[in-house]
């Protein structure tokens, strides 16, 4: 029995020392797991993004294994306080490259000519940053180049136009830029002749949209508003001649209807004035004014600039003949001097309305422009190019010296930015 019973307490014995061993060894395995997941976030929780992510997965594992233990709470209270603080860094950097990408995505499509892309990547760009204003004037501007090409490509129009809209209610808000654009063709900053940039691209930008309404989707009464406005600042656009031409020829096509609608009530009454027929006649000689003002600016632009084709200005005179002996009874004494003085005193807003020339001289016994035509010289986009200079002057549209040193990238982002062509201007742009 004894034999026995020393048998059983021995056995009895190296289970629990086995037990005890056992319950040594896990717990040394787990302080040995606990310091390396803890070691593993020290090591890499103020580093790289993908460092960062092992840091938040080793913190997720302690979390996850010692988070019920009284004697782990502590730490696991910290790595649940800091998780979210690293996953937002981790979400924020990822954005950041995402953005950065984008960036590059936009200023190598550019000078690639690759537009469609210009215009995808440009969307999503001011989708994140709607602050961008020098990616909204690029994507404002591409549609006027575009469309003078032979043949015109008129893909771009509306996105141009309503990112050239967004652009000026954007500077006109208060929004500033360096450079006003971006790239050789797009930045609107560093001309000679106009240095006021925020100017200059209002001026360009409102032109771009009167452009593209007039010649590419005729909407010629539309664009007036837009071609005038390209005059008001001091910008290169303010010496395109086609600009008063288009305007002027508004007024023209209006003092025609006019005149032709006061013969008709007059023939209607027995080849007799009439209170309608006068007042009909008396509206369309102010039309008239108006008219001889806006062909006499681009007459006298077109004149100061040596390369301007010589049947254009010829054109343009006739025009101006035509409109004054209507106004002044088959006179054109005095249409020299008045082109010489037109540009001395301000360019009236078509919006404006205009005042009739009330004169005692019957309607059916004075000149008239029924027969006549404006289409003399017509207005078309080749009238605009090459005669970009400013008024009383023969300064020729060239390129500026491009800066030695490449610019800052076209938009603000974060970090590393990329970088884009130095800055240089296409023409008088």
């Known amino acids: 029995m004894k034999t026995i019973f020393r048998a059983l307490t021995l056995a009895i014995l190296m289970t629990v020392f086995t037990a005890a061993a056992v319950t040594s060894s896990f717990a040394q395995d787990a302080q040995a797991e606990k ?25 997720k594992q302690y979390v996850e294994k010692y988070g019920a233990n009284p004697e782990d ?32 995505r936009f200023d190598a499509s550019v000078p690639a000519k690759n537009f469609d892309d210009t215009y995808a990547s440009g969307k999503e760009l001011l989708a994140k940053n709607p602050d961008l204003l020098d ?4 994507l404002g501007s591409i549609g006027y180049d575009e469309s003078l090409k032979t043949p015109a ?37 560093g001309i000679k002749e106009f240095p006021d940039c925020k100017a200059n691209a209002l001026g360009w930008l409102n032109y771009n949209i009167g452009y593209l309404m007039y010649f590419n989707q005729n909407q010629k009464k539309e664009a007036i508003p837009y071609f005038y406005k390209a005059t008001q600042y001091n910008s290169a656009t303010k010496t395109f001649p086609v600009i008063y031409q288009v305007i002027g020829a508004a007024y023209f096509d209006e003092a025609k209807r006019l005149s032709q609608e006061s013969e008709e009530k007059a023939k209607a009454a027995g080849n007799v004035d009439t209170d309608e027929s006068k007042a009909a006649y008396a509206m369309a000689k102010g039309y008239a004014d108006r008219a001889i003002d806006a062909y006499a600016r681009a ?24 409109l004054f002996k209507f106004r002044f009874d088959n006179k054109i004494d005095g249409l020299d001097s008045y082109v010489a003085s037109v540009m001395n005193k301000p360019f009236v807003d078509p919006s404006v309305a205009v005042t009739p020339v009330v004169e005692a001289t ?23 190019k090459g005669t970009a200079v400013k008024a009383g002057t023969t300064v020729a549209a060239t390129k500026p010296a491009a800066p030695a040193a490449a610019v800052k990238t076209t938009v603000t982002k974060s970090k590393t930015p990329a970088k884009k062509p130095v800055t240089k201007k296409k023409g008088t742009r």
């Open 153 to 189: 490509n008129t893909k771009y129009n509306a996105d141009t136009i309503s990112y050239a809209k967004m652009a000026i209610q954007r500077i006109e808000s208060g929004k500033t830029s360096k450079n006003y654009g971006a790239f050789q063709q797009y930045t609107y900053c």
């Open 35 to 59: 310091t390396a997941l803890y070691q593993k976030y020290i090591e890499n929780y103020d580093k790289s993004v993908d460092k960062k992510k092992i840091a938040i997965e080793a913190a």
């Open 362 to 384: 019957p309607a059916t016994s004075t000149s008239s422009l029924s027969s006549t035509s404006n289409t003399t010289v017509a207005a078309t986009p080749e009238a605009s």
């Open 73 to 104: 709470k502590e730490q696991v209270d910290y790595f649940k306080a800091n998780i979210p603080v690293l996953e937002e860094a981790v979400r924020k950097a990822g954005e950041a490259a995402a953005f950065d990408a984008l960036v590059k």
């Open 135 to 138: 990616v909204v004037i690029v």
């Open 299 to 322: 007459y006298k632009i077109a004149g100061a600039n040596a390369g301007t084709k010589p049947e254009y200005k010829a054109g343009l005179y006739k025009v101006l003949q035509d």
